[in-house]
């Protein structure tokens, strides 16, 4: 059955919105673009979106800004698309919540590659199956699949999309090494379009919201090859 997707497209230069939503429309898609760039928490909620395109460069706050106000309440793929080409722009757009980063200049067809990889991930094809969104127990610590979610005794903390799948894959293989050849095959659907850094920053995150549910050292990283979640750790 097809699904129409809806795009929310969040730039300000009207000329690029325009292209983004042509060229989305024209392969099945569902746009929506803002305009009111001080409301744009608001209109995400009424408007509900699949995905979001984001630029960094906005009036008002920046898109660092709004992506974390959108990750508030919503876990949804977003992505990054800005002028910015270093590489600190691109850690801090992974850090504030977004899956993924696509520099202007861009191709149109990277973009569409890098939309129906992320839809995938998150809903589609790629996305755990029904039977497997449930809760998962390991030490103690516990996530629910079905709402991003990772608990410890008293305590929780949502986690996004990537973030989920990248603990559920370091749990399933707890005390073994999980290399980040499988990571980026499992969290990014064209490794060839990732920089190796964005897996970097997305275990770092995960590092830090584990350590906000009090546990220390759980991820530990294994040069050369890989990363393994232990299955005893410190307590802080």
Not at 78 to 105: C, H, W
């Amino acid at each position: 059955m097809f699904v129409s997707y809806r795009i929310m497209i969040i730039e300000d230069d009207k000329k690029i919105a325009d292209i983004l939503a042509d060229y989305t429309e024209r392969y099945g898609y569902e746009t929506i673009r803002v305009e009111d760039f001080a409301a744009i928490k608001e209109q995400f909620i009424a408007e509900k979106p699949d995905l979001v395109l984001l630029d960094i460069n906005l009036p008002r706050y920046d898109g660092y800004y709004w992506c974390r106000q959108i990750r508030q309440v919503s876990n949804v793929p977003i992505l990054f698309i800005s002028a910015r080409t270093g590489e600190m722009d691109q850690v801090m757009a992974i850090e504030n919540g977004g899956d993924d980063y696509i520099a202007k200049p861009f191709h149109l067809e990277v973009v569409l590659a890098k939309i129906k990889g992320s839809l995938r991930r998150a809903y589609g094809e790629y996305s755990l199956p029904a039977e497997n969104r449930d809760l998962f127990e390991l030490s103690g610590l516990i996530l629910d699949r079905n709402r991003n979610l990772l608990s410890w005794q008293d305590e929780q903390i949502e986690l996004t999309h990537k973030e989920c799948r990248l603990y559920d894959m370091l749990a399933r293989r707890a005390g073994n090494i999980v290399s980040r050849e499988q990571l980026l095959e499992a969290l990014w659907d064209d490794v060839h379009f990732v920089d190796d850094n964005t897996l970097t920053v997305n275990v770092t995150r995960l590092r830090r919201k584990m350590e906000v549910l009090g546990i220390l050292d759980a991820v530990e990283t294994v040069r050369g090859s890989g990363y393994r979640l232990n299955m005893v750790w410190s307590e802080r």
